[in-house]
């Protein structure tokens, strides 16, 4: 559940931009939103890799 935690806070210390820039027009909170998802597309990666990994593990 670490990870889940770790998808679960990085989404949510984004809320602040997310609301600044489609709210507000901000330019700049659009992108630290960028950047964000990125850093959230890698870490959902690197998650299913790990369960991938898991997952063959158990098959063998």
Request: positive net charge; charged residues 35%; hydrophobic residues 30%.
């Amino acid at each position: 559940m670490k990870r889940f935690d770790e998808i679960r806070d990085m989404i949510m210390s984004l809320e602040g931009d997310f609301e600044k820039f489609y709210d507000k027009g901000n330019q700049a909170a659009g992108t630290r939103v960028r950047s964000g998802m990125q850093k959230l597309k890698t870490l959902a990666q690197e998650i299913r890799t790990e369960v991938q990994g898991k997952k063959n593990t158990a098959d063998q």
